[in-house]
């Protein structure tokens, strides 16, 4: 299977990163008042298709995409109910297993929709599981850096090594159930999750060619 990004670790003499551990907490939710997190435009691009379509992937090379890949991406409400959030999430698993992508990550910009949702493969866990992450922040760095060889399903042609991605990473997300999860990744696995949250902040790899 083609792999949009390797990786290999860049062994250094730097600082280990401490270990701090996982911890699950829940956050109370205010279902009263529903508000859909998607603009009217928005709901129409996802409902266009049905949940087993994948959308189309917005390309650098093109001006209109560009632009909004180049934009800074708004929170979503973690919400079960909302179908909107849903059919976005798989039809985002859909796009990124697509046989014209096989990515190993999509963020919801790559889709046309600026909000903060992003989907990972964890090859960091058995059978390499795509996991949907909501508002992603990284909270903490390792100084170990790993180098990479990456790409982008929104980048046609360029690929290349980026030198400064953390070896590890400590980053907390909302489930769609509002699940409030902190959890530390390494590896592989951490260049993906810094490459799909540099999306919600307009960046893109070869931004740090
Ligand atoms: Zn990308």
């Given at each position: 299977m083609k792999k949009v990004l390797f990786c290999r670790v860049l062994l250094t003499l730097s600082t280990l990163f401490i270990l701090t551990g996982c911890g699950i907490s829940k956050k109370p939710s205010n279902n009263q008042h529903y508000v859909s997190s998607f603009s009217d435009s928005e709901i129409r691009l996802i409902m266009?298709?049905?949940?087993s379509k994948p959308m189309r992937v917005l390309q650098t090379d093109r001006t209109n995409d560009s632009l909004l890949l180049r934009t800074i991406s708004t929170e979503v409400k973690p919400d079960v109910n909302d179908p909107f959030l849903s059919t976005l999430i798989k039809r985002m698993l859909r796009t990124v297993k697509d046989s014209a992508s096989l990515g190993v990550g999509i963020a919801a910009p790559q889709v046309?929709?600026?909000?903060?949702v992003i989907l990972v493969q964890?090859?960091?866990?058995?059978?390499n599981p795509f996991e949907v992450y909501l508002?992603?922040?990284?909270v903490k760095y390792s100084n170990m850096k790993q180098e990479c060889r990456e790409g982008c399903l929104?980048?046609?042609v360029i690929k290349g090594i980026t030198?400064?991605?953390?070896y590890a990473i400590m980053i907390e997300y909302f489930k769609p159930d509002n699940t409030f999860v902190t959890e530390m990744i390494e590896g592989f696995t951490a260049v993906i999750f810094q490459h799909e949250i540099d999306h919600l902040d307009g960046l893109l790899f070869f931004d740090y060619l």
């Open positions: 266009q298709q049905d949940s046309g929709i600026l909000k903060r964890r090859f960091d866990k058995e059978s508002n992603p922040r990284i929104s980048v046609p030198k400064n991605r953390a």
